[in-house]
């Protein structure tokens, strides 16, 4: 923890001196002895105490809570990377860290897609599918092959316990789906009081006894890669190694890709 501590210090001390105070309403002045803002400035844009700030500037043991973090990430104008490490260093949660979010497939991915000769797809944040390839669209028969209307995705854990046709196609049914909500649980810890994520969750707890008796186990884990076995209605038994992959610059969405075996 102090080796955290130093580095948050460090860190709003380079993010005050990078910039010009004029960029931020400041007048520069011949007898201004500190390089980019003064600590008092950053105290004043951020509507807290010098002396406090100070103190974070020392590295004190003192609590920064996640408002007055959110104010400094805003008054030194941090970019989404900065302001999370801010929020990392201090060891705290970012109230903002998904609010700016959009699920949207980024058109050079979607294009890559259709280059890819195995069946891959992009999944959003509620684990809505975002884009995929032909490959995909063949595998995920009546899933992935009918015309969605503008603004609706597929959903893979809608599919896994609401769609009939999941248990047949999907071996080991009962294991593969615990396994997923554990994998949702985990992906969504930091997003839980979302809307989107709360409205799904109470769908399916509603229309799925076992995701509602899965889901109040409170199992976690990762999202990993593996063996996929699938019962397919025309091609029989198919087996996948599957990997996930997430984009530096929305990590939101994952590239799903699954090998034949």
Not at 42 to 49: D, F
Not at 166 to 185: I, K, P
Request: net charge negative.
């Amino acid at each position: 923890m102090d080796t955290r501590r130093q580095e948050l210090a460090e860190f709003l001390q380079a993010m005050r001196q990078r910039g010009s105070p004029e960029a931020f309403g400041f007048p520069s002045g011949s007898r201004r002895r500190t390089q980019g803002l003064r600590r008092e400035e950053v105290a004043q844009l951020a509507g807290i105490s010098a002396t406090w700030y100070t103190w974070i500037e020392q590295a004190r043991e003192i609590n920064v809570s996640p408002d007055a973090l959110d104010r400094l990430a805003t008054a030194l104008k941090l970019s989404k990377t900065e302001r999370s490490y801010l929020f990392d260093m201090a060891d705290r949660r970012d109230p903002q860290a998904h609010q700016s979010e959009v699920d949207t497939a980024p058109e050079t991915l979607v294009s890559i897609l259709s280059q890819i000769q195995v069946p891959a797809y992009i999944m959003g944040r509620t684990w809505d599918l975002l884009a995929w390839n032909d490959a995909a669209s063949t595998l995920f028969s009546g899933l992935l092959d009918i015309d969605w209307p503008t603004g609706q995705h597929p959903n893979l854990l809608r599919f896994v316990f609401a769609n009939p046709l999941a248990r047949q196609f999907v071996v080991n049914w009962e294991m593969r789906s615990r396994r997923l909500v554990a994998e949702f649980r985990a992906d969504c810890r930091s997003r839980l009081e979302e809307p989107e994520v709360k409205q799904l969750v109470d769908e399916l707890s509603s229309s799925s006894p076992e995701f509602d008796r899965f889901w109040k186990q409170h199992d976690v884990l990762e999202r990993q890669g593996g063996q996929r076995e699938f019962q397919h209605p025309q091609a029989g038994l198919i087996q996948f190694q599957q990997v996930t992959l997430r984009l530096v610059e929305q990590e939101q969405l994952k590239l799903v890709l699954l090998q034949p075996v």
